[in-house]
């Protein structure tokens, strides 16, 4: 059961696993990318349920790039497809649809849907999803960096508050927990800055077969979990 004052405020999900849920079924690399992206749809569905107030989806990183070129595009025209297709759906579930990464360097088409999605649901105010689309945490950090310095900013006025406000994920809640699928064990350069305390759930499971039951396991090991941020026990205070 779940303990409704102790939900994460904002869930962070590294959805790996496609490639090898294809490959055991003898399947081309992109039919486990369309499972992947039907799975999404999914959780995004029990996360609005469930109450979550933001949900960030690795779908792209900047790492991808360097993936065969037919890879590359075959995701991208799922991307495109993925996003006319649910932003109908998005307006309707009171979604607010926001995008992280380095969205300029995505075909024109989708960097105009994804504008079209930002417009269309800024004033809902259900859900914040956050597409991490030719996104890296390290990048991130310089581009952040970078508008410091080109705006002029005085070094004094740099504190964490100020600079996380020039990070993509401005204004939202760093991610109470990060799920990670297909037993890899790291964030591979995922919300590098605003993981800094975030609870860490790791399952065997590739993304296709992940499920809302094992969402809500996820969540029901982080709320058993006691959250310290580098301070002592309440109990011993
Ligand atoms: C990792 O699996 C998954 C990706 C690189 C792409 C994820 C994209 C989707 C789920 C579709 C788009 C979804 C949304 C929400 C827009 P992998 O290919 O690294 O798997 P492998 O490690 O088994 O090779």
């Not at 960096?145 to 994920?169: C, N, Q, R, W």
């Not at 992940?210 to 309440?234: M, N």
């Amino acid at each position: 059961m779940l303990s409704r004052d102790k939900m994460p405020a904002h869930i962070g999900i590294i959805m790996d696993g496609n490639g090898r849920w294809a490959k055991m079924r003898g399947l081309p690399r992109i039919e486990g990318h369309r499972k992947g992206a039907e799975k999404a749809k999914e959780i995004i569905k029990a996360a609005i349920e469930l109450g979550i107030e933001t949900l960030t989806l690795y779908a792209f990183s900047m790492e991808n790039w360097q993936r065969p070129k037919n890879e590359v595009s075959m995701l991208m025209s799922l991307l495109e497809m993925y996003l006319k297709k649910e932003l109908n759906a998005f307006i309707k579930e009171g979604i607010q649809f926001r995008a992280i990464g380095e969205i300029w360097r995505l075909p024109e088409k989708i960097q105009s849907i994804i504008r079209e999605a930002e417009d269309k649901t800024s004033g809902n105010t259900g859900m914040t999803l956050v597409a991490a689309l030719s996104y890296g945490g390290r990048n991130e950090i310089v581009r952040a960096v970078k508008k410091a310095i080109y705006s002029g900013m005085d070094v004094e006025s740099i504190t964490e508050d100020s600079f996380s406000a020039l990070l993509d994920t401005a204004g939202l809640p760093p991610p109470d927990l990060i799920i990670r699928t297909s037993g890899e064990r790291r964030i591979s350069n995922f919300l590098l800055w605003q993981s800094a305390y975030s609870e860490l759930y790791f399952t065997n499971t590739l993304w296709p077969d992940f499920s809302k039951e094992e969402f809500i396991h996820a969540i029901s090991d982080y709320q058993s979990r006691e959250r310290r941020f580098g301070a002592v026990p309440s109990r011993e205070t």
